[in-house]
């Protein structure tokens, strides 16, 4: 079994400012890691995704993300935020075939 | 490269009404999901395929939902009859394989509201 927890449902951020996303995981069995992002009322798009080596990922639009094994963390960082990151963010996990959702972060960016 | 395309984009029912939705992924894509997203939660599996076979449908509430991948390409997700707690948005994804390796590609999705 396996399951995803994200720490924060809402986060909301000025522009320009830095941004970090909490993801922890459970799992009985080596895992995977993904970051989506979900913008209004469209499909979830991956943003980068953890499977093995280097534990810090680097993801498009300036997305980035540090895989804790023993923290079993996958927290998602960006530097500078700007208005168009306002979405929902996904953490999802694959211990088995089955990708596992977590609840989600909504990312509101303020100018 | 065209995407996964849903229709249709937005339904409204009664419950006890019956429902269909379309699903047509990338070309060449063996492996197709279905996911049920309600608000406020993350999408949750209800089926997937793995050309027109089933993989995994252990989250398919199969008195009242059903699915059919016909010769391995469009797939269809049918609700019948449709209860108030359905609501949500359904998602269509497809990727090459299962493997993790391979990326899921999202559509759009379909909103449903049971009135």
């Known amino acids: 079994a396996q399951s995803v927890t994200q720490l924060d449902s809402q986060v909301p951020v000025f522009e320009e400012a830095p941004v970090e996303l909490r993801c922890n995981y459970s799992?009985?069995?080596?895992?995977?890691l993904f970051w989506y992002v979900q913008y209004p009322n469209q499909g979830l798009q991956l943003l980068l995704k953890?499977?093995?080596?280097?534990?810090l990922v680097k993801g498009i639009n300036g997305f980035e993300a540090e895989f804790n094994k023993s923290q079993t963390s996958f927290h998602l960082r960006k530097p500078s935020v700007h208005i168009s990151d306002t979405a929902e963010y996904f953490c999802a996990v694959k211990g088995d075939y089955k990708l596992s959702f977590g609840a989600g972060t909504t990312v509101t960016v303020r100018a | 490269e065209a995407g996964v395309a849903q229709s249709p984009r937005y339904k409204i029912i009664e419950k006890r009404q019956s429902v269909a939705f379309w699903c047509n992924p990338i070309s060449g894509h063996a492996t197709l999901y279905w996911y049920q997203q309600i608000l406020g939660q993350g999408p949750k599996l209800l089926i997937q395929?793995?050309?027109?076979?089933?993989?995994?449908d252990s989250q398919l509430p199969k008195d009242r939902f059903s699915a059919e991948r016909l010769k391995g390409v469009d797939s269809t997700l049918k609700i019948q009859p449709a209860k108030l707690e359905d609501s949500a948005v359904y998602l269509c994804?497809?990727?090459?394989?299962?493997?993790?390796?391979?990326?899921?590609?999202f559509g759009p999705g379909t909103r449903l509201t049971v009135t």
């Open positions: 953890y499977l093995s080596g280097s534990t």
């Open positions: 799992s009985s069995v080596s895992v995977y």
């Open positions: 395929f793995q050309n027109n076979g089933v993989v995994d």
């Open positions: 994804a497809s990727s090459l394989s299962d493997m993790a390796v391979y990326e899921q590609y």
